[in-house]
């Protein structure tokens, strides 16, 4: 499985980016794509989901300013990053799996997984938001 992510960049606060998570060899027939960002001596955070079911999950810090989407999440999935803060400045990775009964569970439960769910992973692209 191949994951790459790109759309990191530059902007002021106020500004908006759109993330792109492309992935091939990912042939689960029910998959789970979330995206995590981490920044410079913090923890990873998750930061969206979305499910072949067409589930979708946001962290509390970005609700109604983020939007995943995916016409096929096995495919490729973007992540609208509108209205961006300083916050929100680090390095966004996205990771996929299959989409397993524990993991559903979480979705269920509106919790996004975890990052120890996940086997497969982009390099990351980063985002810096300046004030």
């Known amino acids: 499985v191949k994951m790459v992510e790109s759309g990191g960049g530059s902007v002021q606060t106020g500004g908006s980016l759109q993330l792109a998570c492309r992935i091939s060899?990912?042939?689960?027939?029910?998959?789970?794509v979330t995206w995590f960002r981490q920044a410079p001596g913090k923890e990873r955070e998750r930061v969206a989901a979305?499910?072949?079911?067409?589930?979708?999950l946001y962290a509390d810090s970005v609700k109604g300013r983020f939007t995943i989407s995916a016409d096929n999440p096995k495919v490729i999935v973007y992540l609208q990053m509108d209205n961006l803060r300083p916050e929100d400045t680090g390095m966004y990775y996205c990771?996929?799996?299959?989409?397993?009964?524990?993991?559903?569970?979480?979705?269920?439960?509106?919790?996004?997984?975890?990052?120890?769910?996940?086997?497969?992973w982009g390099q990351g692209t980063q985002v810096t938001v300046s004030s």
């Open positions: 979305i499910g072949t079911t067409g589930t979708t």
């Open positions: 060899g990912l042939t689960y027939a029910s998959v789970c």
């Open positions: 990771a996929a799996d299959r989409l397993t009964v524990g993991m559903n569970r979480h979705l269920e439960l509106g919790h996004i997984p975890p990052a120890s769910a996940f086997e497969f």
